[in-house]
């Protein structure tokens, strides 16, 4: 197993985590129940350790594919770039969690507008990991890129793979 295997596996737990985070911390808010809200938030932070996980897999990973066949440069770059930036939302969910996690230990009571806050920066969170890992897909994927925007390389060949 190497690193980009490494990468490809653990990408998709930080996007899928938030994915059931939000309906957590939407149960929880609607409802007022602690166990939902600390469920969701316990999420939300193990999402961000996963999240920290992935980021910290990429360039080892880049290191594996960037001179096979059929893959670019330039739309690594792009997904690192997007990586970069949705790692500060992803981070700051996972704060809030945290702390949230520690109001409700402290004051046996998660504080709603934490759970609000929580929730808010998930839903962002979500939608920068959704864009995060399809730009991730289009390195190898090139019928992936004609549909988000980004145009096929230059500086490849053809892509081989079909898995």
Wanted: aromatic letters at 4%.
């Amino acid at each position: 197993m190497d690193a980009a295997h490494v990468h490809l596996m653990l990408n998709h737990f930080p996007l899928i985590g938030m994915a059931f985070a939000i309906p957590l911390l939407l149960g929880a808010w609607m409802r007022s129940s602690e166990d939902l809200s600390r469920a969701g938030l316990i999420l939300v932070a193990v999402t961000g350790v996963l999240a920290v996980a992935t980021l910290l897999t990429g360039d080892p990973a880049e290191g594996v594919i960037e001179h096979l066949p059929g893959i670019s440069k330039r739309v690594i770059k792009i997904h690192e770039e997007a990586a970069e930036k949705s790692i500060w939302v992803v981070v700051a969910a996972a704060v809030a969690a945290i702390a949230g996690l520690f109001f409700a230990w402290k004051q046996k009571r998660t504080p709603r507008l934490v759970v609000l806050l929580v929730t808010v920066l998930s839903v962002a969170s979500l939608t920068a990991l959704a864009w995060t890992n399809n730009l991730g897909g289009q390195i190898s994927h090139a019928e992936l890129r004609n549909s988000t925007g980004v145009e096929a390389p230059s500086d490849t060949e053809p892509s081989a793979n079909h898995d």
